[in-house]
T-cell receptor, first 114, second 107 residues
Framework: DVKVTQSSRYLVKRTGEKVFLECVQDMDHENMFWYRQDPGLGLRLIYFSYDVKMKEKGDIPEGYSVSREKKERFSLILESASTNQTSMYLCASSPQRAQGRGYTFGSGTRLTVV | AQRVTQPEKLLSVFKGAPVELKCNYS??????LFWYVQYSRQRLQLLLRHISRESIKGFTADLNKGETSFHLKKPFAQEEDSAMYYC?????????FGTGTRLQVFP
């Protein structure tokens, strides 16, 4: 029944490492999103994609990049991990022109940068 | 700029008490608003949306354009309602979330 899968539940990385967070959806959704979730700050949008090979910056893109080579997969990349990127990362997908409806979230990846 | 404000970080009530989780928004246009919930160790999931005017698990939320509010209400809280609640605003296909309110319901 799992529809949005994030490859890792927990990750521990060292400062300066390049980190890949993977997200795969099996609902044939056009839209995919990466958020980070922090206590007291809620969910903040990092990057999103409306189509293959297409990406748009969200509210906090600094220090991150993304890749969408296939419709079902949306990767978040931390080029050089820093301790302030320690967070819970949530991936989501939705159909095109859903206007916010039909969002499905993954279970999250808790990243710790030491 | 579009924004969602949830003024309470934590709301604690006893079982059977009424609950109101506050949400205010700023948006130029006709907003579409949602409440999402995250139970312990579970995924974030949609609770309800204003456009469908439904009641889910006893919760309701009415859009008040005059007060730019979308407060979530339940007349009698249950222990299983304990969770993190997020109000969200749709901007085209993106969702803008508030900072969340943790609801604790004590027995």
């Amino acid at each position: 029944d799992v529809k949005v899968t994030q490859s890792s539940r927990y990750l521990v990385k060292r400062t300066g490492e390049k980190v890949f967070l993977e997200c795969v959806q099996d609902m044939d959704h056009e839209n995919m999103f990466w958020y980070r979730q922090d206590p007291g700050l809620g969910l903040r949008l990092i990057y999103f994609s409306y189509d293959v090979k297409m990406k748009e910056k969200g509210d906090i893109p600094e220090g991150y990049s993304v890749s969408r080579e296939k419709k079902e997969r949306f990767s978040l990349i931390l080029e050089s991990a820093s301790t302030n990127q320690t967070s819970m990362y949530l991936c989501a997908s939705s159909p095109q022109r859903a206007q916010g409806r039909g969002y499905t979230f993954g279970s999250g990846t808790r990243l710790t940068v030491v | 700029a579009q924004r969602v404000t949830q003024p309470e970080k934590l709301l604690s009530v006893f079982k059977g008490a009424p609950v109101e989780l506050k949400c205010n928004y700023s948006y130029s246009g006709s907003p579409e608003l949602f409440w999402y919930v995250q139970y312990s160790r579970q995924r974030l999931q949609l609770l309800l949306r204003h456009i469908s005017r439904e009641s889910i698990k006893g919760f309701t939320a009415d859009l008040n354009k005059g007060e730019t509010s979308f407060h979530l209400k339940k007349p009698f809280a249950q222990e299983e309602d304990s969770a993190m609640y997020y109000c969200a605003l749709s901007q085209t296909d993106k969702l803008i979330f508030g900072t969340g309110t943790r609801l604790q319901v004590f027995p």
